[in-house]
């Protein structure tokens, strides 16, 4: 069973950047995708952002367009959510996945890492 392990998160003021990192415990094959999700207190879980493994094809939520870039290294088997200009709604939870690109539904998740972006 793949695991997967976010890290990067932490509390940064408005207009700050963080990074964070998703680690795959096995080599992740070609016809995989990466996303980034996140859940805000109250609020259900939201896609933010994804990245195809092989051809590197990126999708992102309307909210994080032109603030946010994933990139994915396959050597190191770990996609990554660059955040800049950050906003106090960007505050949540964000947790990594994996899935086949030929399922709808994510198949493995991260435990999470909580972001929080104060005012």
Same mark, same amino acid.
């Given at each position: 069973?793949?695991q997967?392990? =976010? ?11 963080l ?24 609020? =259900? ?13 990126t ?29 106090? =709604? ?16 994510? =198949? ?12």
């Amino acid at each position: 069973q793949v695991q997967l392990l =976010e890290s990067g998160g932490g509390l940064v003021q408005a207009g700050g950047s963080l990074r964070l990192s998703c680690a795959a415990s096995e080599r992740t094959f070609s016809s995989y995708a990466m996303g980034w999700f996140r859940q805000a207190p109250g609020k =259900e879980r939201e896609f933010v952002a994804s990245i195809t493994w092989s051809g590197g094809r990126t999708n992102y939520a309307d909210s994080v367009k032109g603030r946010f870039t994933i990139s994915r290294d396959r050597a190191k088997n770990t996609v990554y959510l660059q955040m800049n200009s950050l906003k106090p =709604e960007d505050t949540a939870v964000y947790f990594c996945a994996l899935k086949r690109v030929t399922v709808r539904n994510y =198949e493995y998740w991260g435990q999470g890492t909580q972001v929080t972006v104060s005012s």
